[in-house]
């Protein structure tokens, strides 16, 4: 059985249905403190410290994920007769 559903709805309503946070503002906060360093001409600027307070502690995680995302496809290219690479 095959069923086909087609959506048209705007960016804003697909995040709320899909109960995804609202990032606008956040986005424009950022841009703007980035905007501010720019201008300040912040030696040694560096856009991640920036976001430090916004994602977690350590991006251990997400180096954990990356890893776990990339032998993942490794694998997969590897069974479909593909190149491998070693990540």
Do not use: C, Y
């Not at 032998?71 to 997969?76: C, E, Q, R, T």
């Amino acid at each position: 059985m095959k069923i086909n559903v087609t959506m048209e709805t705007s960016p804003a309503e697909l995040r709320e249905f899909l109960g995804l946070p609202e990032v606008q503002s956040l986005q424009a906060e950022m841009i703007e403190r980035v905007r501010e360093q720019m201008k300040a001409g912040a030696e040694g600027f560096d856009p991640a410290s920036l976001m430090r307070p916004f994602i977690a502690p350590d991006l251990q995680g997400m180096e954990a994920m990356q890893r776990a995302f990339w032998n993942g496809l490794s694998g997969m290219a590897a069974a479909a007769g593909g190149p491998e690479r070693k990540g």
